[in-house]
């Protein structure tokens, strides 16, 4: 009797790997368990840069803030220190410093008068003629003396006696101010009533000579 068994079939042909299947099914999950970390991480990324941003803003603001405040301190200081110097000058007016400028009201040369009527201010406007005024001569030494506290114009209504209602200098604190530092310089004070007189006596002429020499300037100057 022949055998069948070529015919048989052969259960082994074909094996079903579990193993395998099984290590697919790991990898998978590895592969979708990455790409949610990878999506995670993604979005920590943009997070962390909009927190930088914020970050660099907020630091920008507080840069702009101090040096607002830095600016304001500034300014602060500046305005105290314009108040403090006027403070000064107005103190040193007071204390008898001579003007800036010669006075060109005579109502100001008086209130100026007025402000030396302490000891102090006089001492002070005396030290400061012996070493501002360095003419030679007596008669420039006077003359320099007046046209640093009074224009021509003002001059022009003062007198040494005050005659024909002009304003009296004889008595002035600032005459005595005067008298005191040219005493000081030239050992005496005899020229200076002399020298001070005549230069009020021609104070008017002086006064007309520069209004006309500017009223010809005026008439030079070509038409703008």
């Known amino acids: 009797m022949e055998s069948n068994s070529e015919f048989a079939p052969n259960v082994h042909s074909t094996p079903v790997c579990t193993g395998t299947l099984d290590l697919q099914k790991i990898v998978d999950e590895l592969k979708r368990e990455f790409n949610v970390m990878k999506a995670e991480r993604g979005r920590e990324r943009v997070e962390?840069?909009?927190?930088?941003?914020?970050?660099?803003?907020?630091?920008?603001r507080v840069s702009a803030l101090e040096a607002a405040r830095?600016?304001?301190a500034?300014?602060?200081?500046?305005?105290?220190?314009?108040?403090?110097?006027e403070g000064l000058a107005e103190e040193a007016r007071v204390e008898g410093s001579l003007p800036d400028r010669p006075f060109t009201d005579l109502d100001d040369f008086l209130q100026f008068e007025r402000s030396l009527e302490s000891d102090a201010a006089l001492q002070n406007v005396i030290r400061t003629l012996g070493t501002r005024i360095t003419a030679q001569s007596t008669k420039e030494w006077v003359n320099t003396s007046w046209q640093l506290v009074l224009s021509d114009e003002v001059g022009s209504r003062c007198t040494w006696t005050g005659i024909r209602g002009k304003?009296?200098?004889?008595?002035?604190?600032?005459?005595?101010?005067?008298?005191?530092?040219?005493?000081?310089?030239?050992?005496?004070?005899?020229?200076?009533?002399?020298?001070t007189k005549a230069f009020f006596r021609s104070a008017q002429d002086r006064a007309k000579k520069k209004a006309q020499y500017a009223a010809r300037q005026n008439q030079d100057r070509p038409n703008e």
């Open 74 to 85: 500034e300014e602060g200081g500046e305005r105290g220190a314009v108040t403090a110097r």
């Open 70 to 72: 830095e600016r304001e």
């Open 167 to 195: 304003e009296c200098v004889r008595d002035l604190r600032i005459t005595l101010a005067m008298r005191r530092a040219f005493e000081r310089k030239f050992g005496n004070e005899e020229e200076f009533e002399e020298k």
């Open 48 to 60: 962390m840069d909009a927190l930088r941003q914020e970050v660099a803003e907020l630091k920008s």
